[in-house]
Every structure is written in structure tokens, then in C-alpha cells.
């Protein structure tokens, strides 16, 4: 296969347009700074965010590369299905309970980081603690939504991985090192529009493939795979449960959403696009769950991908690049290419800003140099922006699945959000708090490895041998 020249120019063509955007809005950034507080306006755009550009930005926080990857990928498995389609769910409900409970408690104290509450009520110390988890989560994060694009790109481009990984890094890093939160805000809104116009065009072409049959038979019957609505068994229900609480509440403890959360002008639009923003997370699941559902539809030995199945050469991660490449035409497949780029900058720029805003001002400024100006606070977050990103790009010449990737999530569930939920809610809490940090570590990292292949340490009740693997059932 060569390379695909007409994919390769509308990728740039988006990237530089991208770019253009990031700077015009870099400017307006420049413009604020010289009228106010140079951190708050570069971390929280000065809490002016207006309501439309803020529902763009919440919704597209979650709705990046690995998710839209991701959700076609888990509709597509052989034994998994919509019904194990946990993260749009998961999502919506996390940004609910954001809007109803933690957005108030946060705005009512002009915090600029989510680290902010913690750092007043545990000090210095603990807060350096606690940063590490949130910090590593970010830059998993980060990682997981460049594998989506290199995915993509090696697929339907056919040029190596690493290129695409580093080009879009830098593009990422270039306009969040200049622009702040505002040009992360403002390219949000052409990204989101790209990744909807482009999905939604390949959608059709793919459902009438001939080599694709009617998804309304394959959801119920056995074709060439397990129906793709899947089911879940009894025995599965615990894991079930434990799954939905850890993307719903594990998504509430991210800087990347309360900086969307503080930087709105005012509390009951903050609530809004938050709501707001967790309809768009189910409504932008459903060109995934369709592309995963005519995966699941196709006779393989039918296409240019011939047999085995992409899910008997462990490709299944890669479905929606080659539901594009091989039963969309070239002009479609470039589109739903351009897609996916827009998906992966505009959550993947979210991820640096958080990193890099929790480490200047909780870190650099109030702990490292408490006499630091603004602009030495400024220069702490640059750098950081690109050591953070530098060091998600570098982890990925190491192949490791996107899934994989974003559960390391589930460090933030463990450590960080019984932490902000003590501080907000519970009167009085002190140090003493963080002795249960270890024990929530421990029955994490012992109980519920699956994701990243290691077997449970520990065998709650209903540990199960199943394919030669043991199984946590129990609902840590």
C-alpha cells in the first residue's frame, strides 16, 4: 500500500488550521494578560469563558481520540457489545453530579485547580502527594489519545506511527504553550465540528458496503460474530457496577474539567455546560457504537482486509480506522482520517494545560518559589507543557493498547476524588484522611488488574478461572 497523498493533505490542511486558530486566540490571551492576572487568565481565561464555546470545550474534555476509538472497539468484541459500552454513560453521569454537586462548592471560593481545596485543607505536603496520581493520570490520558490517532493514520495512511505521534504532539504543545486556556477553548469548537461532520459522512457509506449485513439482524443473531448488542451475564454484574462508578465518579477528580468548570463567567453557566455537556457525550458515541456495530456486521473475506477477522489479529483497537479504509471510499475514508485528528487535539491539548496549570501555581508558585512573579509562574508552566507532553509521546514507541491507557484512570478514582469529596463535603477533615491512601491503593492495585494483564493478587469472593486467567468479580 502507498501512501495516501489526498489523507496526507487534509490532515495538514487541518493541523495548520488548527494552528491558525490556536494563535489567533493566543492573542486574545496576550491582550487580557496585559489588563489582569496573567495565571488566571492563562489557567481559567480570566473566568470569561462564554456559554457556547464552554459547551464545546466540557463536551469535547471527554470525547477525544480513545473515546470515539474506544467505544467502537468495545461494540465490536466478540462477548462484549453495546451493553459493555460503559464510558458514554459513565461520562454523562460524572458531569451530572459535577453540575449538581461540586461545581458551587468550587466557584464559591474562586479556586483556579482542583488541587486548590486540598492544598488548604492538607497543606503542602500532601498536596505534592497528591499531584503525582493526577499528574500521571494526564499524561496517560494524553498518551491514550495520540495511540488513537497513530492508529488511524498507520492504517488508512500507511506511514510509520511515530510520525503522525510526534507531529501532532508538537502541534499539540506549540499552540497550548502560547495560547493557555484560550486556545485550547476556541480550537475545541472547530475540533468538535470537524470529528461530527466527519464521522457522520463515512456513517452511510459504510452501512451500505455490500459486504456489510443490515445491523438490525446482526444485534440479535449470531452472523459472523456474537450479536453486537452483547449482553451481560450474572456473574459480571459486580464488575458491571464497579466499571460505571469508576468512569462516573473517577471522571469528576480531573483538572481538565474543573479548569472548564472555573473558567466559565458564571456558576449557573458552568452547571449548564456541564449537563449540557453530558448529553453531547451520549449523543457522540452513536457514529462510534455504529461503526462498531458494522464492524460486527461484515464479511471480512468480502473486502480488501480479507480474513482472518480484525478481531482474530488482535486489531480490534484499530476497528474504526479500518471500518474507514476498507469499506468507505478513498474521499470518505480521508474525512472520517480528519475526524479523528479533531477528536485527538481536542482533548489531548485539555490534558497538557491541566498538568502544566496544577504544577506552576499549586506546585511552583505555592510551594517551589512562593515569591515568584507572574511571568517566572508563566515560564514554570511552559516548561512543564513540554516535558509532560515530551514524555507521553516518548511512552508511546512502546505499543500498549488505548483502552489500557485510560484505565490507568483508575488511580485518580482511588486516590484523588475520596480526597476532593472529603475536603468539599465532609466537615473538618484533616490529615488524617489520607492514612486510608494506602489501603485504597493496595485493594486498587490488588483486587482489579485485569486491564493492564496482571493477574488479582488477592482473590476476592467470586475470583473466577476463566480462559486460563483469573477474573476479579467482586465489586472492589
Request: glycine content about 8%; overall charge neutral; charged content about 10%.
Amino acid at each position: 500500500m502507498a501512501l495516501n497523498v489526498p489523507a496526507l493533505l487534509s490532515v495538514l490542511l487541518f493541523y495548520a488550521l488548527t494552528l491558525g486558530i490556536g494563535f489567533w486566540a493566543s492573542r486574545k490571551n496576550k491582550k487580557l494578560q496585559q489588563d489582569g492576572n496573567r495565571t488566571e487568565i492563562a489557567i481559567v481565561g480570566g473566568r470569561k469563558v462564554n456559554m457556547v464555546v464552554g459547551l464545546f470545550t466540557t463536551t469535547a474534555t471527554w470525547v477525544g481520540g480513545a473515546y470515539i476509538n474506544g467505544s467502537a472497539e468495545i461494540v465490536y468484541l466478540p462477548g462484549r457489545g453495546l451493553a459493555w459500552l460503559q464510558a458514554p454513560v459513565g461520562f454523562a453521569i460524572g458531569l451530572i453530579l459535577g453540575a449538581i454537586f461540586f461545581v458551587t462548592p468550587m466557584r464559591s471560593k474562586k479556586y483556579l485547580t482542583m488541587m486548590d481545596p486540598l492544598q488548604e485543607a492538607y497543606g503542602n505536603s500532601m498536596t505534592c502527594l497528591l499531584f503525582i496520581p493526577a499528574v500521571i493520570a494526564d499524561v496517560c490520558w494524553f498518551a491514550a489519545i495520540l495511540a488513537s490517532l497513530a492508529s488511524a493514520v498507520s492504517v488508512i495512511m500507511d506511514i510509520h506511527n511515530y510520525l503522525s505521534i510526534l507531529i501532532s504532539a508538537c502541534i499539540v504543545i506549540t499552540y497550548t504553550l502560547f495560547g493557555g486556556l484560550f486556545s485550547v477553548a476556541y480550537t475545541d469548537v472547530i475540533q468538535l465540528i470537524f470529528m461530527v461532520v466527519g464521522l457522520w459522512i463515512c456513517i452511510p457509506f459504510a452501512l451500505m458496503n455490500s459486504a456489510t449485513r443490515s445491523i438490525a439482524d446482526t444485534a440479535i443473531q449470531t452472523v459472523f460474530q456474537d450479536p453486537w448488542l452483547g449482553k451481560i451475564d450474572k456473574q459480571y454484574i459486580g464488575v458491571w457496577i464497579d466499571d460505571v462508578l469508576y468512569l462516573s465518579l473517577g471522571s469528576i477528580a480531573w483538572q481538565i474539567y474543573f479548569q472548564r468548570v472555573l473558567s466559565a463567567s458564571s456558576t449557573t453557566q458552568a452547571k449548564v455546560t456541564s449537563a449540557l455537556g453530558a448529553v453531547g457525550c451520549v449523543v457522540l458515541a452513536i457514529p462510534s457504537v455504529l461503526v462498531g456495530a458494522v464492524a460486527a456486521s461484515t464479511d471480512w473475506n468480502q473486502t480488501s482486509y480479507g480474513l482472518p477477522s480484525p478481531s482474530d489479529r488482535g486489531e480490534a483497537s484499530m476497528i474504526l480506522p479500518i471500518v474507514l479504509q476498507h469499506l468507505c471510499p478513498l474521499y470518505v475514508s480521508v474525512a472520517g482520517l480528519g475526524a479523528v485528528a479533531a477528536a485527538v487535539m481536542s482533548s489531548a491539548d485539555s490534558a497538557l494545560l491541566s498538568s502544566s496549570s496544577m504544577f506552576g501555581y499549586n506546585i511552583y508558585k505555592r510551594i517551589i518559589r512562593k515569591m515568584a512573579s507572574e511571568k517566572e509562574v508563566m515560564v514554570a508552566m511552559r516548561v512543564s507543557t513540554i516535558v509532560l507532553g515530551s514524555t507521553a509521546a516518548r511512552w508511546l514507541f512502546c505499543p500498549t493498547p488505548s483502552m489500557t491507557l485510560v484505565h490507568v484512570g483508575r488511580v485518580v478514582y482511588a486516590l484523588v476524588f475520596p480526597q476532593l469529596f472529603c475536603v468539599l463535603f465532609v466537615p473538618r477533615t484533616n490529615t488524617m484522611a489520607l492514612h486510608w491512601l494506602p489501603g485504597g491503593v493496595d485493594i486498587e492495585n490488588t483486587g482489579r488488574c485485569d486491564s493492564i494483564n496482571i493477574p488479582p493478587i488477592i482473590h476476592y469472593p467470586w475470583c473466577t478461572l476463566i480462559d486460563g486467567a483469573y477474573v476479579q468479580l467482586f465489586p472492589i
